[in-house]
Nanobody
């Protein structure tokens, strides 16, 4: 599975962005997908994850109620809708695919290249 994240950019606090994770591979629909982020000088942290069918999702407490993860297996894509963005959301965002829905980076075997999100105050 190859993943490509896109949709990042510069936005003011309170604004919105939608990230897209496009996947190649016929078996993408069988993978769980997670979004992670990494700010400069910090460790990569979990943001959100979704089950293979989209029926189960979970979020980091820091984004709950503001971010929504969804997927469309028909077009091999997972989305992360980010609303009410805060300066502390600034980071490189990565999507990852694995066999288990998890908040642990090591649970994911495949990673995209990352997309920069910058939120100005």
């Amino acid at each position: 599975v190859q993943l490509q994240a896109s949709g990042g950019g510069l936005v003011q606090a309170g604004g919105s962005l939608r990230l897209t994770c496009a996947a190649s591979g016929r078996t993408f629909s069988s993978y769980r997908v997670g979004w992670f982020r990494q700010a400069p000088g910090k460790e990569r942290e979990f943001v959100a994850a979704i089950s293979w069918g989209g029926g189960t999702t979970f979020y980091a407490d820091s984004v709950k109620g503001r971010f929504t993860i969804s997927r469309d297996n028909g077009v091999n894509t997972v989305y992360l809708q980010m609303n009410s963005l805060k300066p502390e959301d600034t980071a490189v965002y990565y999507c990852a695919a694995g066999r288990a829905i998890s908040g642990v980076p090591g649970s994911y075997a495949y990673w995209g290249q990352g997309t920069q999100v910058t939120v100005s105050s």
